[in-house]
């Protein structure tokens, strides 16, 4: 059976992005699941995860119950970064925004990742006592996953998008962050251990995660979690041709509907 997810943060309400993606998670056959990614608890307000059910309601989308939300699951991703760490694949990382910006700035040519400039690997290079000394004094820091590490022990990685095997590039992200003081996981490594959890084999998201797919599967395979097959979509664009977002303040379904909107006039909108 195909099991499906539509994974939103609660961090704003839904728009048109969003409701294009949980129709066609949906409508892509077997169960559809609805998860709530709160792991961003300065951002993430109960408000606007009650708003998601609503909006996905009035659209007329159901889903298996309960819904799961990350902010449950800690002590899984926990456990997944212990996993991680005595395989020697994560280290401690004590610089901040600022000092990885100034260290990208003197590099002559800096690697360039999905998200820009890859981290320079300052803190890859600390002696185990000064990790435990920095530790100790109390300095906040981040876990990163050793990439060259990782990469050489999950060995050559394949993922299927829309029925094609595609090769991996288990490098693209570099060190990622997995982890930080405030939050003990990240969205790459909970999206994957979550997924395995509620027994996901078809990942539909937009396109612009298709490259998060890389990195994903690294961690699928270094902590043994089985592999779904993914379909990345288009994404759904304004009047000005960028992407709906609500950093943007994008319109929201709410205001379509107090507008007088109907969820049939929404699929229509959305060609769906």
């Known amino acids: 059976m195909i099991v499906t997810r539509f994974a939103p943060s609660p961090t704003g309400l839904l728009h048109l992005g969003h409701a294009f993606a949980a129709i066609t998670a949906a409508n892509a056959g077997g169960r559809f699941l609805l ?12 408000e606007f995860a009650a708003a998601i059910l609503e909006d996905l309601a009035w659209l007329g989308l159901r889903w298996k119950e309960p819904v799961l ?7 899984a991703y926990r456990a997944a970064l212990a996993r991680l760490a005595a395989m020697d694949l994560l280290y401690p990382c004590f610089c901040t925004r600022k000092e990885i910006a100034e260290e990208i700035a003197r590099a ?3 690697p360039q990742g999905p998200e820009g400039p890859l981290y320079p690997g300052t803190c890859r290079h600390l002696s185990p006592d000064a990790r435990k000394m920095r530790i100790a004094s109390g300095i ?18 394949t993922f299927i998008e829309h029925g094609k095997t595609l090769a991996v590039a288990p490098l693209l992200f570099g060190d990622v962050v997995l982890a930080r003081k405030e939050t003990p ?11 395995a959890h509620q027994g996901v084999n078809l990942v539909t998201r937009g396109n612009d995660l298709l490259a998060a797919t890389h990195i994903q599967r690294v961690l699928q395979t270094l902590l043994g979690l089985p592999e779904p097959a993914y379909a990345h979509h288009r994404l759904i664009l304004d009047a000005e041709g960028r ?16 507008a007088g909107e109907t969820p049939e006039s929404i699929r229509d909108r959305l060609k769906l």
């Open 140 to 157: 906040s820091y981040a876990l990163r996953l050793d990439a060259q590490k990782a990469a050489a022990i999950a060995g050559a990685l």
């Open 185 to 195: 996981t990240s969205y790459h490594l909970a999206v994957v251990v979550d997924d």
């Open 35 to 46: 998860r709530i990614e709160d792991i961003d608890i300065a951002r993430a307000r109960t």
């Open 243 to 258: 992407k709906f977002s609500k950093r943007d303040k994008a319109v929201t379904l709410r205001d379509l509907r107090t």
């Open 69 to 75: 939300r990350q902010s449950t699951r800690f002590d």
């Open 108 to 110: 002559s040519e800096a």
